[in-house]
């Protein structure tokens, strides 16, 4: 979570318009509680005044996140907003659609019968999860050394968080400074493995530049190492975005539990699975890959103790009930057909890219996202900072940022194209880029400096 600290005027009183009913008042705290309350109506108005100033999510580029739903599915949904799903003993409807979602992601997975699976508030919980379990079972086979963690500079940053908090040794490798390459090479990670390593982790679509590590050639080498050297690590992917894309664009792959070396995976259900934001999942491929020793018995909400693992405790059932809902709706068949079009969208701009004369690191060929840079050599007299500014007077929010080392002297930026950048707004997309580009190739001399604006990764 973000870490909020003071700033001047942060408590200057709030100024909401006359025209809101009984907004006459002569003082409304903006940082602290004030000592008269006022109705719902004007405590509305005032929040949905700042709210104005928020981008539009659809519009946004660069988040993964699902920013539509249909409205059924969304009234469902939100009717489970105060559901506390953690009270087992007072929701059993919800909890059993909770274990049904589970075991629908398992099954997709290719899980065998005796899998675990816990969901999260996200990929980032998930991952973090992921981690304990690797480091316990690291702690219960003997392990006495310092736990290390081997994967790609590229990879999300909560994979640098939860070595922090955890007291892991992250083994970053560096990224090749090749566009198309994939990010996590089997054998610079084979260098970085030792008896100490308590898991590799791969990527199925990096958020850089929606790249795939290459897992099954990363399981093969796990298994060589094994067989050479007697040191059994496991393999993780993160399939933050991948697990709810590639099943349905790339159904023959080779990645998830179908290879005996992935022991777990994580996804996360508010990307490509569309449910709304706070859900996630990690599953491991036997349920003696979870340490007892991290799970708790759990009854304070009354009720037969329940098993849990997690880094929270009460969640809102909302997103659980609104994934379920969402693979009911589509079934296969209507997931296959949605990444298809993200995959067409992803196309149609890769295509508009590659005529401006922009190398491509991503062409949407694996996960739905386009990621490009400037060439070096290139003789325009501005970057893509511009073009993000450009973009940003209609409306668009294009990330730009700097590839990992040893690819980190590359900006480059991104589309993320999810369901909610349809053919349409894609049209206009690259209408308003053809227009941006063709303004700022016709600007003679420099271009005043534009400030990269920060965008998250997910």
């Not at 090479?185 to 030792?194: G, M, Q, V």
């Not at 079934?331 to 005529?355: I, K």
Request: hydrophobic share 45%; with cysteine; proline share 7%.
């Amino acid at each position: 979570m973000t870490v909020h600290t003071t700033h001047a005027q942060v408590d200057r009183a709030l100024a909401p318009s006359p025209l809101y009913a009984g907004s006459l008042v002569s003082e409304i705290p903006r940082a602290h509680l004030g000592e008269r309350g006022m109705s719902a109506e004007l405590a509305a108005s005032i929040v949905a005044d700042e709210l104005l100033l928020d981008g539009h999510a659809r519009l946004n580029l660069a988040t993964f996140c699902a920013t539509v739903g249909e409205s059924s599915i969304d009234a469902l949904a939100a009717g489970a907003a105060r559901v506390n799903i953690t009270n087992q003993d007072e929701y059993p409807a919800s909890v059993e659609i909770e274990r049904r979602l589970c075991a629908i992601v398992a099954n997709l997975w290719h899980a065998p019968a005796d899998y675990a699976s816990v969901p999260t508030t996200g990929s980032s919980e998930a991952i973090q999860l992921a981690v304990l379990a690797a480091r316990q079972r690291f702690r219960e086979r003997g392990g006495t050394g310092v736990p290390n963690l081997v994967y790609s500079a590229a990879a999300h940053p909560c994979w640098d968080k939860a070595c922090r908090y955890f007291d892991v040794e992250p083994r970053r490798l560096p990224i090749p400074a090749t566009p198309g390459a994939p990010p996590l090479d089997p054998a610079a990670a084979r260098s970085a493995i030792d008896e100490n390593t308590i898991a590799v982790a791969a990527t199925l679509g990096y958020p850089s530049t929606g790249l795939f590590d290459d897992i099954h050639a990363l399981a093969n080498m796990l298994d060589r190492v094994q067989r050479d050297t007697g040191i059994d690590v496991g393999l993780h992917v993160d399939a933050a975005s991948g697990g709810f894309t590639v099943p349905f664009s790339h159904p023959d792959l080779l990645w998830d539990f179908a290879l005996e070396r992935v022991h777990s995976i994580n996804a996360s259900g508010h990307k490509y699975a569309g449910a709304p934001l706070g859900l996630g999942f990690v599953a491991w491929r036997h349920d003696d890959l979870l340490p007892d020793h991290l799970c708790f018995d759990v009854n304070l909400l009354g009720g037969q103790p329940v098993k849990s693992f997690s880094l929270t405790f009460s969640r809102p059932a909302a997103p659980i009930i609104a994934a379920y809902t969402t693979m009911l709706r589509l079934g296969r068949e209507g997931y296959t057909g949605l990444v298809d079009h993200e995959r067409e969208v992803a196309a149609m701009v890769a295509e508009a890219v590659s005529r401006y004369g922009f190398t491509l690191w991503g062409d949407g060929t694996q996960l739905p996202l386009v990621a490009f840079s400037i060439p070096s050599d290139s003789p325009r007299s501005w970057g893509l900072e511009h073009l993000s500014a450009k973009l940003r007077e209609k409306g668009w929010q294009l990330p730009v940022y700097a590839l990992p080392a040893a690819a980190d002297d590359v900006l480059v930026a991104r589309v993320t194209c999810r369901a909610g950048l349809s053919a349409d707004l894609a049209y206009r997309l690259v209408a308003d880029m053809d227009a941006a580009v063709m303004a700022l190739d016709l600007h003679d001399g420099g271009h005043p400096v534009a400030p990269i604006e920060g965008f998250h990764q997910a």
